[in-house]
């Protein structure tokens, strides 16, 4: 079964230095699908960034990046130069190819900080 | 382009009500997830359905709840006999045909709060 895990409950960072979140995933498939969601305080849920399984170059997409580690199962989020927009809870999510399902099966996210 | 569209954006009911939720998926989408957010167990599947069509509904409650697609612009979640534990936030999303890509990207409305008194 897939199984997504955020250690990180919440982080704090000064503004416009770099923050790394942590996430681990456990999969039966060979491919597969991992993503990045921001939860802001209004509730609203933004897309941030993809990696997919078969892909060994990390994915970039602005100041957000991707630490994927395959052999450890692991696809951190990394932000560079934070603002204090960025403060939101962070999700890691997981799709699988095989059966089609499209179901994405998230993390329980991660509450990021930045202070000024 | 509007986003996804869910209404009410809050409801109230009380034990034992009926609840229905509305999604109006982005046009052009033709996959809709409903999925439940509480802070114990975060964001929750429950169902999908692509062309209209009932996918996969194994994070469905099987007795109380129940989704339909009618049509390509707007889904339903129905919740009978509401109780205290379905408070949450329900979220809609939609996405582009999931074909056998499966990286299409989830767009999710702003939800609706439930508060079962």
């Known amino acids: 079964a897939q199984k997504v895990t955020q250690t990180q409950t919440s982080i704090s960072v000064m503004e416009k230095t770099t923050v790394t979140m942590d996430c681990v995933y456990e999969?039966?498939?060979?491919?597969?699908?991992l993503f990045w969601y921001k939860q802001t305080a209004s509730g609203e849920i933004v897309f941030l960034i993809r990696?997919?399984?078969?892909?060994?170059e990390n994915a970039t997409v602005g100041h957000y990046s991707l630490n994927f580690q395959k052999p450890k199962s692991s696809i951190g989020l990394i932000i560079t130069a934070t603002q204090i927009e960025d403060s939101a809870v962070y999700f890691c999510a997981m799709r699988e190819l095989t059966g089609n399902t499209g179901k994405l099966i998230f993390g329980l996210g991660t509450t990021l900080q930045v202070q000024p | 382009n509007a986003g996804v569209i869910q209404t009410p954006r809050h409801k109230v009911t009380g034990k034992g009500q009926e609840a229905t939720l509305w999604c109006e998926p982005i046009s052009g989408h033709s996959a809709v997830f409903w999925y439940r957010q509480t802070i114990v167990q975060g964001l929750e599947f429950l169902t999908y359905f692509r062309n209209q069509a009932p996918i996969d509904d194994s994070g469905m409650p099987k007795e109380r709840f129940s989704a339909q697609m009618p049509n390509q612009s707007h889904s339903t979640l129905k919740i009978q006999s509401t109780q205290p534990q379905d408070s949450a936030v329900y979220l809609c999303?939609?996405?582009?045909?999931?074909?056998?890509?499966?990286?299409?990207?989830?767009?999710f409305g702003a939800g609706t709060r439930l508060s079962v008194l």
């Open positions: 999969t039966q498939d060979s491919s597969y699908f």
């Open positions: 990696q997919d399984s078969y892909k060994k």
């Open positions: 999303a939609s996405s582009l045909d999931m074909g056998g890509a499966g990286q299409n990207t989830l767009y």
